[in-house]
């Protein structure tokens, strides 16, 4: 009797050992999904560096520390922080509000070598869709792309327009916010489709996190704005600068007032002799 006690416990104890292994291996598939918009494993690098491999090339504790904020590691100076900042376009990785446990469970999901969770039918003929629209590089895209970006066209979740606070100079022109950087040759700075996508879909900038945290750009709107960028920096050879027409213009008014009201006093006193005010308070008092 205890003897069969004994197989039941042990049997038991493997069961719960293979469960628990499974959920683990699931959270941590799950988990990776935050990660696929910058990361690959095994497919190349895109916005981020290809993660095949990478807790064999770092250790446990600086991928942690890295993955948690990568801005503080690179602000100590941590040199290998610093090397992937500058070799990835000095675009920062996000800070993430994940545990050490949650982050050890997707690096034991990279180690696993699969490159995502269970496929997605939905996903896949989605992602179809999207190769299709990149490749093709069709006028209407190009121009819904540019309606997204200027806000001539609302975005489904209803974020707000890209040229709140960025420019993008099209076909000579371009009235975009000054606020953010000029993404008139993004194409070329981000390394492409790839890079463009990552940016929007995992924003590493605190400002553009918040606007779009609960108004995610969709798929498809972001092949649009992909397309859109690409040509903006076909259409420019060197990196335009952003048209601030209306600034240029009150800036020569103000210049010309200052200018002119300098030249007038100049003159004044060129006119008058220096003796002239002193003359003209003698006369008015000798009345």
Not at 35 to 60: E, F, M, Q, W, Y
Not at 101 to 124: C, M, R, S, T, Y
Not at 173 to 195: C, E, N, P, Q, V
Not at 236 to 244: D, R
Request: hydrophobic share 40%.
């Amino acid at each position: 009797m205890k003897q069969k006690m004994n197989i039941l416990a042990l049997t038991s104890f493997l069961l719960t050992g293979l469960f628990i292994q499974q959920v683990t291996a699931q959270d941590g598939a799950t988990l990776y999904k935050t990660c696929v918009a910058c990361h690959t494993i095994g497919g190349g690098k895109t916005v981020g560096p290809d993660l095949k491999g990478i807790t064999k090339r770092r250790t446990n504790e600086w991928l942690v520390q890295f993955i948690q904020s990568s801005g503080k590691l690179i602000k100590s100076g941590d040199p290998d922080a610093v090397a992937v900042f500058k070799q990835f376009n000095n675009i920062p990785m996000p800070d993430n509000a994940l545990t050490v446990d949650q982050i050890n469970k997707i690096l034991a999901h990279i180690d696993g070598g699969e490159g995502g969770a269970a496929i997605d039918p939905k996903q896949v003929a989605l992602q179809h869709k999207v190769d299709s629209m990149l490749k093709t590089n069709s006028p209407l895209d190009i121009l819904a792309g540019k309606e997204l970006f200027n806000g001539d066209r609302r975005f489904e979740n209803g974020g707000a327009s890209c040229t709140s606070c960025h420019n993008a100079t099209y076909n000579n022109s371009g009235k975009g916010g000054i606020l953010a950087k000029d993404l008139t040759k993004a194409y070329s700075r981000l390394g492409g489709f790839a890079g463009i996508k990552g940016i929007i879909a995992s924003a590493p900038f605190p400002s553009m996190l918040a606007t779009y945290k609960n108004h995610p750009v969709t798929e498809i709107e972001n092949a649009q704005i992909q397309l859109f960028l690409k040509n903006t920096d076909e259409q420019n050879p060197v990196q335009p600068v952003v048209e601030k027409a209306w600034f240029f213009y009150a800036a020569m008014v103000v210049g010309l007032v200052i200018l002119l009201t300098i030249t007038g006093l100049w003159f004044r006193r060129k006119r008058l002799s220096v003796n002239h005010a002193i003359l003209k308070r003698q006369e008015k008092y000798s009345k």
